[in-house]
């Protein structure tokens, strides 16, 4: 079975560095054609895809995101991670790892096959 799981601080501070990890279980990340992606939901708002990287490695990003988002991964632990940098309080969210069978770049639940619990995290000083 297919399990996913975010980890990471809940709280951050203000113009640090946000990192996530997300690992999986059941399949690896390594497997075609699988993609890996990072969305998140603040509060109040919908969800919003940021980035994914796929099965060989390469990454992608939400233009909005570019400049302050990396999307890594590690196959010996299957698992991938997120660092967004130089955060705000409009970075306060939920942020959930998911799995997709194309690279979607929109953050419809119907589009990702797994997903992981989700994992609340705070921009605040």
């Known amino acids: 079975q297919v399990q996913l799981q975010e980890s990471g601080p809940g709280l951050v501070k203000p113009s640090q560095t946000l990192s996530l990890t997300c690992t999986v279980s059941?399949?690896?990340?390594?497997?075609?054609?699988?993609?890996w992606s990072w969305i998140r939901q603040p509060p109040g708002k919908g969800l919003e895809w940021m980035g994914a990287?796929?099965?060989?490695?390469?990454?992608y990003y939400s233009p909005s995101l570019k400049r302050r988002i990396s999307i890594s991964r590690d196959t010996s632990k299957n698992q991938f991670s997120l660092q967004l940098r130089s955060v705000t309080p409009e970075d306060t969210a939920v942020y959930y790892c998911?799995?997709?069978?194309?690279?979607?770049?929109?953050?419809?639940?119907?589009?990702?096959?797994?997903w992981g619990q989700g994992t609340q995290v705070t921009v605040s000083s």
């Open positions: 990287i796929t099965y060989d490695g390469s990454a």
């Open positions: 998911a799995r997709s069978e194309a690279l979607v770049v929109t953050a419809t639940r119907e589009e990702y096959d797994y």
């Open positions: 059941g399949v690896s990340i390594t497997t075609s054609y699988y993609y």
